[in-house]
Nanobody, 121 residues
Framework: QVQLVESGGGLVQPGGSLRLSCAAS????????MGWYRQAPGKQRELVAR???????NYADSVKGRFTISRDNAKNMVYLRMNSLELEDTAVYYC???????????????WGQGTQVTVSS
């Protein structure tokens, strides 16, 4: 059983900052790519940022230069530092990871339960 648990969401004013954290736990042999997605009301879930096990990153155009994804492989954690937050960043943010639970198997994709980020004045 693998679990992803996010934390760090909340209410912030425009221009403010937040740091999201996601911890992976359970039967984990290896974690490949990890990422953050978000879903605003009435919209589809979209990729925010993704990071490979080697540290390569990619970002949605809307967050480039404002958000930074990082990971701690020793702790099985991924982070999202969000600066210069805008009203349009309001959404539920989901952690995502490709995890191989046992040697010799393929990886599966896991999701966290989501954490609300609200940007409002």
């Amino acid at each position: 059983q693998v679990q992803l648990v996010e934390s760090g969401g909340g209410l912030v004013q425009p221009g403010g900052s937040l740091r999201l954290s996601c911890a992976a736990s359970g039967n984990i042999f290896r974690i490949y790519a990890m990422g953050w997605y978000r879903q605003a009301p009435g919209k589809q879930r979209e990729l925010v940022a993704r990071i490979t096990s080697g540290g390569s990153t990619n970002y949605a155009d809307s967050v480039k230069g404002r958000f930074t994804i990082s990971r701690d492989n020793a702790k099985n954690m991924v982070y999202l530092r969000m600066n210069s937050l805008e009203l349009e960043d309001t959404a539920v943010y989901y952690c995502n990871a490709d995890i191989k639970a046992y040697v010799g198997t393929y990886y599966d994709t896991y999701w966290g339960q989501g954490t609300q980020v609200t940007v409002s004045s």
